[in-house]
């Protein structure tokens, strides 16, 4: 079983900064993909920042040049670094992974359970 644990949510001014953190653990062979989504009420989960095995990376346009998403492969970890926040960062922030739990089983996708971000002062 996999699991993907999301920390580091909180409350924060406009203009602030948060660190969020990922951890998948359990049965991994491999994983291709890391990423965060966001979903805030009454609005469709949106991908916010995404990278890849090699290190390529891609963000929404909304969130380009405040945030920084990085990844340690050796504690298949995810993180994203959120910085000059605004009130429309507001959301529930999910971890999503798509990985492999041995190496002769499809590439499957896994989410986490949500952390809440709010920005408001």
């Known amino acids: 079983q996999v699991q993907l644990v999301e920390s580091g949510g909180g409350l924060v001014q406009p203009g602030g900064s948060l660190r969020l953190s990922c951890a998948a653990s359990?049965?991994?062979?491999?994983?291709?993909?890391m990423g965060w989504y966001r979903q805030a009420p009454g609005k469709e989960r949106e991908l916010v920042a995404g990278i890849v095995s090699g290190g390529s990376t891609n963000y929404a346009d909304s969130v380009k040049g405040r945030f920084t998403i990085s990844r340690d492969s050796a504690k298949n970890a995810v993180y994203l670094e959120m910085n000059s926040l605004k009130i429309e960062d507001t959301a529930v922030y999910y971890c999503?992974?798509?990985?492999?739990?041995?190496?002769?089983?499809?590439?499957?996708?896994?989410w986490g359970q949500g952390t809440q971000v709010t920005v408001s002062s």
């Open positions: 359990g049965s991994i062979f491999s994983i291709n993909y």
């Open positions: 999503n992974a798509l990985l492999k739990r041995r190496s002769y089983e499809v590439t499957s996708n896994y």
